[in-house]
Structures are given as C-alpha cells and as structure tokens.
C-alpha cells in the first residue's frame, strides 16, 4: 500500500472530524456540551411518532416524495405562527438537519471562484461547508461584546463581494442575536450578487423584543433564514433542517440535493412532529427562565458573561480552560471547551441538571484557588 493511501483529496489529508466529544452517559450524566434540548418527547408523542413510521414502514419498497410536499406546507404554516407572513409552501426547503441545508446552499450558491464570509468568533461548522465545497472562505471580526460593527462588516462585504454570508442569530457559541437593522444593511450589501444566509437554529429562544429574521423576507430577496427541529423542537435524533426564502432559491436548490435526500421515515417523523408544536415547544419558556439564572449566576461568581438569546451561555475566562472543563468532567458534567481562548459554553439543560453544574463549577473553581 502506497503511503498516501487511500487517495484523499490534498486539503483533507490530517483532519479530524468534526464533534464535540461524546462520553457515555454512565460515566458523565450530566450532558451539557451539544445544546441539546433536555426534554425528551412524552410517551404519547413517541406512540404517535411509532405509528407514523409504521404506516410508512409498509410503503417502505418505494422512493419517498421527492418534492416532501406535505410537509413544505406544514413547515410554511409552522413558520407563517413564528414570525413570518404569507411563507408559501414553495418558499421552503428542508434537508437532514440545518447542516445540510446550508451545505446545499454553498453547493448551489458557492463554489469555485466564489467566497463565502462570516465573522468569528461563530459556528465552527461554516469553514467546513465552504471547504467541502471549493468556495474561498473569508471572516470578519465581531467586537468585544460579540456584536458586530455594522460599518465595518458592509465595508467588509463591499470589498470582498461575497457570494454568500453566513449569520447566525443567536450566534453559537456566543449566543448574541442580530438587531433587524443588521440583517437589513447586510442583505443591501451584499445585492443581487450574493445571498444572506440568517442561520437561526437557536431562533425559538430569543428574549423578548428580539424579532426574527423571518419578518425581513418580504423586504429582500436575497435573505435566506434556516432552521432546525434540533434545538427548540427537541428533535435532533430526527434530523431535520429547514429554510424560508424566495421560491426561485428554493427551486435552484432542487439541482444539487441528491434525489430523495427525505427518507419517508424522516418526512413522517417531522410531519407528526410538526402536530405537536405545543407540546415540543412547551419548555422553551422553561429553558429561556433557566438561561437568564444562568447568566446571572455566573456574573454573580465574578464570571465575564456574553448576553444569550440561545439555549446556551458562554462564560469565562480561564487561564486554563481545559482544566476547568475537567474539573467539571471529573464531577460528572460535560460542557463544551469552544469558543475564544479561555470561554466555555454550557448548554441550558433542566433545573436539576443546571444545579449539578453550578455545584461542579463552584467546587472546581475553589479546588483551584
Ligand atoms: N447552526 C448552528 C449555529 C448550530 O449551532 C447548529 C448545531 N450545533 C446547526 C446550525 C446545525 O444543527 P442541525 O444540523 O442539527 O440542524
């Protein structure tokens, strides 16, 4: 065997996966690292789930609905109760995960010759698209509070003409969402020549008086909001993404998305999801409760703190954070060790798993001292 083997492309040759680190549960109870949401479906809606799958199990010998008709309706009515107006069906793309979706859309979108742009710190999966798809990738900065300067990012996609920019809001890992104004001047920006891409998998969770993105659609063609069930929906076994944004976009990303991409299973799973919306998004309000404490705990052990409209915090800083990090892991509670030199970011779980956290953390942090 030749010590290239296997012929791997030049740029992908010593990366590793991308993952947080997966430990298993009896060794470390407390899952705090991928923003999980912490609670699970009830018994009735896993019946219900069960008996969707079953019925689809028996038609399992043909190819799904390509076009997942059915459920690009209830995703649109979904969206049409959280912020939009008048979302139509053809104004909705979905794919296994929001991941995917935004793969698609550097696949469609991005590519050779063109650039794809964000501002760090942010969501580290982005540079992975934009390689996986030979589009040139470029950043920005945000400021020290994470927000952006909306005068040096348009001066920013002014000079390097974009094709696509990635924006999430609220930002992982920092948790910062985007003032309207900012999505506005971006999309004006970037023009006809390119797309803004609002990545609003942590959308749910926003405080109050944070609007979503969803509103600005009728104002520019050019802006593509994506979602996700992984999040708030508390689904992210099931795996699906999802995006609002003019028809003629959707449409083009018919072209690269592989046939069939929907397993029936998947549609099916998402479609009796989607009944649910109640009952999926009843502890949205819990989580968001059990955030601001978060916050407000951690400022009141003399933490630094970034604002979070996300199911997540970001706090630090740490001389050394990887101890930190195992001090916690030591204690049974795994976060994650991302972000800017010396934060970490723990995801928002329930009461009883946020209070196994701050025992883990106070007592890492005196046996330190
Ligand atoms: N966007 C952001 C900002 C995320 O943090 C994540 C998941 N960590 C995703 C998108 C993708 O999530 P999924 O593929 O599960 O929809």
New binding site residues.
Partial sequence: MSASFPPLRDELRGIEPYGAPQMAHDRVPVQLN??ENPYAPSAELAASLANAVSTVALELNRYPDREFVALREQLAGYLNASGGSDITPDMVWAA???????QQLLQAFGGPGRLALSFAP??S?YPEYARNTLTEWAVGHREEDFGLDLDRARALVEERRPSIVLL?S????TGTALPPEAVSVLCEAVGDDGLLVV?E??GEFRRTGTPSALELLPRHRNLVV??????AFAL?GA???YLAADPAICDALRIVRLPYHLSATTQATASVALSYVDELLAHVDDLRVERDATVSWLRGQGLDVADSDANFVLFGRFADRHAVWQGLVDRGVLIRETGPAGWLRVSIGTADEMTSFRTALTETMESRQ
Avoid: C, F, I
Wanted: overall charge positive.
């Fill in positions: 991928v923003n296994n995960g929001s991941n995917e979706v935004m942010t969501y999966m999430p609220p930002n992982n890992p990545d998998a942590y994506t979602r996700t069930m992984s999040k992210a795996r699906l993404g």
